[in-house]
């Protein structure tokens, strides 16, 4: 039986492309050391005969979402990784068609000489490694000679003597060695049914996207005014972004700690204008957020966008669309359909849909004499915007409601019940926002999404933490986060109709820190809620088995998604634990310098 798989080629071609001068002894030494765990396909074409093996090995991993190795040793650790387990899956292929199992694998030839791979052959296998000798050829053409000349009486004869002649190395894999942490937690979720390799993969794929006003204050560029519209960030911690070159710097870094796949969320107030040059919210233009633009596509990334119907000297006694002063509701009309052009122009640049969210904070303080009229011209004032021409494919508007803010107390236009009356009316063109901030104390939007999903082909979400109010805290991996992230998966089809935002801003903390804590925290709720097993639960719920449900539901409260959630953050290329530091070290040479 022959079977011609991928041999030292790849190590001998990188090896030729290293700057330093190493000797194969000493990259697997530098490999050994290496935690990454991306893999690449050895028997693919793309590693025949590439101008680079380097850039092969990086594009494969880069092109299948793990992590890129940048180092020799990384670089080494992915082909012998690679390479090992390309030996395993053969040996498995071999033992099925011949219907026999095999205990021992002979590496003979130069093979022999790497230790390092024949140590992972080992692990990846689970058999024994005979190693030796390493010159073969030569010893077996000597060997054929002295059978023709009778030295030998025969090749059992010979074969004893040669291994009896040259040392014989053995590896085997050694028992502490069998499981990772990683491998001890894959095995004690697949006894519930999940996979989490799957889950992991999944998880990657879901866009998250990230609020550019945490990094700032929700103050933006085109304004010095202080914060309307019943919100209010509280905190002076020092390091705030002052230009947009320091608010993309500031999400650059944050965004290098993140694991996931990652969308950028953007407010109108956020305009980038060129020196000398400035124009009023009712007269942006794409070019005014092109440098947005440049920034999320040199990153691969869409962008989601909001009209900014706050903190504006339009805004006039607390309204702006259900004004009664036609001249404030027409600014605000077309200020939102140049966010729709707008938005448009994201979604054909970026090639990703933007969703566009429509929310005001218009109000009263205290009780109002008349709580339709707002209402009535709100709705004409939304009509009116979204007459723009737009590709429905390409731009998805929403409307977000809120129950209540600082200085509207008593009644806010958008109600929860205004927001899901106009997009069920309007399903064509407008979908629901929920913000779990923006309700009352004791409702939960975990248990909205499947009710909106039951008649809405697509919802969005702004993900926050409200402490007794819209207090739009750093989210946090605590049981609301995580029902929200379950009831997504559970739901048919749940994941590819929802559109996840983060919006939250705190500014007494390093502001930083609270991006990346907030969005590590989601990305967490996620892989927990991949990790479900939400089919066994579903049955059992179904079948009336309520007490195992119960118990099973609580087994899975102390399930090690930790574990999980390490070998997550490794193939995405960034720490699990320890990245505060890097923030520290920012915050050290970088925000501390700011005025």
């Not at 010893?139 to 054929?144: H, L, Q, S, T």
């Not at 915007?385 to 590709?391: H, K, M, T, V, W």
């Not at 939250?504 to 991949?530: C, E, H, M, P």
Request: overall charge negative.
């Amino acid at each position: 039986y022959l079977k011609n798989i991928m041999g030292l080629w790849m190590i001998q071609s990188v090896k030729k492309e290293f700057t330093e001068d190493l000797s194969f002894a000493e990259i697997c030494e530098r490999a050994s050391k290496e935690t990454i765990t991306s893999l690449v396909d050895c028997n693919d074409d793309c590693f025949l005969a590439p101008k680079s093996m380097i850039e092969a090995v990086k594009k494969f991993c880069r092109d299948s979402k793990q992590q890129v190795p940048e180092t020799v040793g990384e670089i080494a650790a992915v082909i012998y990784n690679s390479l090992a387990k390309c030996y395993g899956d053969t040996i498995e292929e071999i033992e099925a068609l011949t219907g026999k199992k095999y205990t021992t694998i002979y590496v003979v030839g130069g093979g022999a000489n790497a230790g390092y791979l024949n140590e992972l052959t080992a692990k990846y296998t689970g058999k024994k490694v005979s190693a030796g000798p390493s010159e073969a050829t030569a010893i077996g053409n000597i060997v054929v000679q002295m059978l023709h000349d009778g030295v030998f009486k025969d090749l059992p004869e010979a074969r004893t003597c040669v291994g009896k002649s040259f040392d014989v190395k053995i590896y085997e894999k050694m028992e502490e060695e069998k499981m990772t942490r990683y491998e001890s937690a894959k095995e004690i979720y697949a006894k519930l049914g999940v996979d989490t390799d799957a889950a992991i993969t999944k998880c990657k794929e879901i866009p998250v996207s990230l609020h550019c006003w945490q990094g700032d204050d929700v103050t933006g560029f085109d304004h010095d005014g202080p914060l309307t519209g019943g919100i209010q960030t509280t905190g002076n911690y020092p390091g705030k972004a002052r230009t947009p070159e320091e608010l993309l710097a500031d999400m650059d870094k944050a965004m290098s700690l993140m694991p996931g796949k990652k969308k950028i969320n953007v407010h109108a107030c956020y305009a980038i204008f060129e020196d000398g040059e400035f124009v009023d919210r009712d007269k942006l233009e794409p070019k005014h957020f092109q440098k947005w633009v440049d920034f999320a596509k040199e990153r691969g990334m869409g962008l989601d966008f909001n009209p900014t119907f706050f903190s504006h000297p339009m805004v006039k006694d607390g309204l702006t669309l259900s004004s009664p002063d036609e001249e404030v509701r027409n600014f605000w009309i077309e200020h939102g359909k140049a966010c729709i052009r707008i938005s448009q122009y994201f979604a054909e640049q970026t090639g990703v849909p933007c969703v566009m969210n429509i929310w005001t904070g218009d109000g009263f303080k205290d009780i109002p004499a008349d709580r339709m009229g707002p209402r009535v011209r709100y709705k004409e004032s939304i009509d009116a915007i979204l007459s723009e021409p737009f590709d429905t494919n390409l731009v998805k508007p929403c409307v977000e409601s809120k129950v209540f803010g600082i200085g509207v107390e008593a009644y806010t236009v958008g109600s929860a019940e205004f927001s899901l009356s106009y997009a069920a009316m309007n399903k064509d063109k407008c979908l629901p926002l929920m913000d779990n901030g923006h309700y009352h104390p004791t409702e939960v939007v975990s248990d909205k999404i499947p009710a909106l999903l039951t008649f809405f082909p697509e919802i969005a979400l702004h993900v926050t933490r409200p402490i007794r109010w819209d207090s739009d805290h750093v989210v946090l991996f605590d049981d609301e986060t995580k029902e929200i992230a379950k009831e997504i998966v559970r739901c048919e089809n749940g994941i590819d109709r929802t559109y996840i935002a983060l919006d939250y801003f705190d500014a007494s903390i390093n502001r930083i820190s609270a991006w990346v804590t907030g969005f590590r925290s989601f990305q967490k709720a996620l892989l927990d809620a991949l990790c479900q097993p939400s089919e066994m639960l579903k049955e059992l719920q179904d079948t009336n088995q309520m007490s195992k449900k119960m118990v099973v539901m609580e087994q899975c409260k102390t399930l090690p998604i930790g574990d999980v959630w390490e070998e997550y953050c490794r193939q995405c290329g960034v720490e699990a634990e320890g990245w505060f530091d890097d923030i520290q070290k920012y915050e050290d040479e970088v925000l501390s310098k700011r005025a």
